[in-house]
C-alpha cells in the first residue's frame, strides 16, 4: 500500500494514510471507545508484519504446489520460537504506533478531543478474547425443571445416550427438551440456548411472552 502525500502536514498525511475515516467520516464515531477501536483495527491492518505476510504467503500457496521435505525436529522450535518474536515485535509496535497518534491529534487544537488515555488502556490484556455467555444460577433454575421421564426411546441430544424410563432428567420450560442433568449443566455453563432448539433459556416461551 503506497503512501500518499496530499497535505502540507506530516500528521494529516498520516491520517490520510492510516485513518482516514477519523478525517473524512467523523460521524460515524459516537465516542472515544468507537475511535480507539478504529484506530487499533487500522493499526493492526497496517502495521502487523506477522499476519501480513503469512496472508500474502498463503495467497501465493493457493496458486501452486510445493512439495518440500519435513522440518528437522531441531529446526522447529527455533521456527517456532522466531515466530513468537515476531508476534511480540508487532504487538510492541501497534501499542507504540496508537499511542503516539493519540498524543498527535491532542495538539491539534481542538480538531479532534480524545482524552489521555494511560498505555495499558490503550489494548489492555484480553481486548479480543471472546467472552463467553452463560445463564446465571436463578435463570437456569427459573428456566428448567425435574422431570420422570415416560419413554423408552428418548436420548440426551447431548452425550447421545438414553434417557431410561422412570428416571429423573432436566427439562427446558420453554421447549421440553430433556437432557442428563450433569450433561445440561455442563452446556449451559459455556452456552444459553437449548442445545436442539437454540431457544435462549434467558427468554421466556412464545406463549408466556404475553
Not at 477519523?22 to 471507545?33: A, G, N, S
Not at 484506530?39 to 493457493?62: A, K
Not at 491539534?108 to 452463560?134: A, C, D, S, T, Y
Not at 434417557?163 to 450433569?182: E, K, M, V, W, Y
Request: aromatic share 8%.
Amino acid at each position: 500500500m503506497s503512501y500518499h502525500r496530499l497535505y502540507d502536514s506530516a500528521l494529516l498525511d498520516d491520517i490520510h494514510n492510516y485513518f482516514p475515516d477519523l478525517l473524512y467520516v467523523p460521524e460515524r464515531f459516537e465516542d472515544v471507545t468507537q475511535v480507539l477501536g478504529y484506530v487499533q483495527q487500522q493499526v493492526r491492518q497496517r502495521f502487523d508484519l506477522f499476519s501480513r505476510g503469512r496472508r500474502e504467503h498463503l495467497e501465493r500457496e493457493r496458486t501452486r504446489i510445493i512439495s518440500t521435505p519435513p522440518l528437522r525436529a531441531a529446526v522447529a522450535p527455533n521456527l517456532s520460537m522466531l515466530f513468537e518474536a515476531s508476534r511480540n515485535a508487532n504487538a510492541t509496535q501497534e501499542l507504540n504506533v496508537a499511542t503516539e497518534f493519540l498524543n498527535a491529534i491532542n495538539t491539534m487544537g481542538g480538531l479532534f478531543r480524545v482524552p489521555n488515555v494511560p498505555r495499558q488502556h490503550i489494548m489492555p490484556p484480553g481486548f479480543l478474547e471472546p467472552v463467553v455467555v452463560r445463564p446465571t444460577a436463578e435463570q437456569i433454575q427459573s428456566g428448567t425443571a425435574i422431570e420422570i421421564v415416560d419413554s423408552e426411546d428418548e436420548i440426551c441430544a447431548i452425550c447421545q445416550d438414553q434417557l431410561p424410563a422412570g428416571t429423573q432428567a432436566l427439562s427446558i420450560d420453554a421447549c421440553g427438551h430433556r437432557f442428563h442433568s450433569p450433561c445440561i449443566n455442563t452446556w449451559f455453563s459455556a452456552n444459553v440456548a437449548c442445545p436442539v432448539c437454540r431457544h435462549d433459556i434467558r427468554e421466556p416461551a412464545a406463549g408466556d411472552a404475553e
